[in-house]
Antibody, heavy 124, light 107 residues
Framework: EVQLVESGGGLAQPGGSLRLSCAAS????????MDWVRQAPGKGLEWVGR??????????EYAASVKGRFIISRDESKKSLYLQMNSLKTEDTAMYYC???????????????WGQGTMVTVSS | AIQMTQSPSSLSASVGDRVTITCRAS??????LGWYQQKPGKAPNLLIYAASSLQSGVPSRFSGSGSGTDFTLTISSLQPEDFATYYCLQDGNYPLTFGPGTKVEIK
C-alpha cells in the first residue's frame, strides 16, 4: 500500500526547533519529489517546500516564509523525508502534511498521495 | 510569487446542483494547475491535474478546464459527499501557491 506517515509534531517555544519526519512506503521513494504543505488552524493550505527527486539530486526549494529557518532533507535508505524547523515563530503553528509529487503526461506535477498530518504548536 | 485567487470564497448549493468554481493566476501558468478537495480534519485529495485531467478514482462528475490564467472546476451534479473546501494549486513556478479555497456548503 502506498502510504505516507508523518510524525514529530508537538509543542515548541518561540525561537525553538522541531524536526518532523515523513515515512514513505509502497513506492520508489527516490523517483518522486516530496513536498511539505501546512495549514494553520481554520486557514487555507500553504506550500512549505520541496525535496526534488533523485535525478535532480534531492535539491530543495522553500517558501519565502520559511527560507533560512527550515531545512528539508531525506534519507533514501529509510525512505523518509524530514523537515527541520528552526527559529520557530507563533505563525508556524499549523498542521504539517507531507505529499508525494508525481509528474504527469501533461507535464504538470500532481500531489497524489498525502499523509495524515502532524500538528505543530508554537507557543510560550 | 504567482498569486492565486478563487471565487466564490463560499457557496451554498443543493444536491444535484451544477457547481462552478473559478481560479485565476496573476500570470500565465499554462496548464500547471491542480484542484484539491479537503474535508474537515482530513488531508487534501487530488481531483484534477494539468488543469483538465481527472485523477484516477475520482468521479466523472468532476471536471476541470482552462489554461493560461483562468481555470474552472465544475461539479456536474453535486453529491452529499462533495460538501468540502476546494483549493487550486499552481505548480509550475516556485514558490508553489494555493488559492485561498472555496467552501461548498449544503443549502
Amino acid at each position: 500500500e502506498v502510504q505516507l506517515v508523518e510524525s514529530g509534531g508537538g509543542l515548541a517555544q518561540p525561537g525553538g526547533s522541531l524536526r518532523l519526519s515523513c515515512a514513505a512506503s509502497g513506492f520508489i521513494f527516490g523517483d518522486h519529489h516530496m513536498d511539505w504543505v501546512r495549514q494553520a488552524p481554520g486557514k487555507g493550505l500553504e506550500w512549505v517546500g520541496r525535496s526534488r527527486d533523485k535525478v535532480r539530486s534531492y535539491t530543495p526549494e522553500y517558501a519565502a516564509s520559511v527560507k533560512g529557518r527550515f531545512i528539508i532533507s531525506r534519507d533514501e535508505s529509510k525512505k523518509s523525508l524530514y523537515l527541520q524547523m528552526n527559529s520557530l515563530k507563533t505563525e508556524d503553528t499549523a498542521m504539517y502534511y507531507c505529499a508525494r509529487v508525481t509528474p504527469t503526461v501533461g507535464g504538470d506535477d500532481a500531489f497524489d498521495i498525502w499523509g495524515q498530518g502532524t500538528m505543530v504548536t508554537v507557543s510560550s | 510569487a504567482i498569486q492565486m485567487t478563487q471565487s466564490p470564497s463560499s457557496l451554498s448549493a443543493s444536491v444535484g446542483d451544477r457547481v462552478t468554481i473559478t481560479c485565476r493566476a496573476s500570470q500565465d501558468i499554462t496548464n500547471d494547475l491542480g484542484w484539491y478537495q479537503q474535508k474537515p480534519g482530513k488531508a487534501p485529495n487530488l481531483l484534477i491535474y494539468a488543469a483538465s485531467s481527472l485523477q484516477s478514482g475520482v468521479p466523472s462528475r468532476f471536471s476541470g478546464s482552462g489554461s493560461g490564467t483562468d481555470f474552472t472546476l465544475t461539479i456536474s451534479s453535486l453529491q452529499p459527499e462533495d460538501f468540502a473546501t476546494y483549493y487550486c494549486l499552481q505548480d509550475g513556478n516556485y514558490p508553489l501557491t494555493f488559492g485561498p479555497g472555496t467552501k461548498v456548503e449544503i443549502k
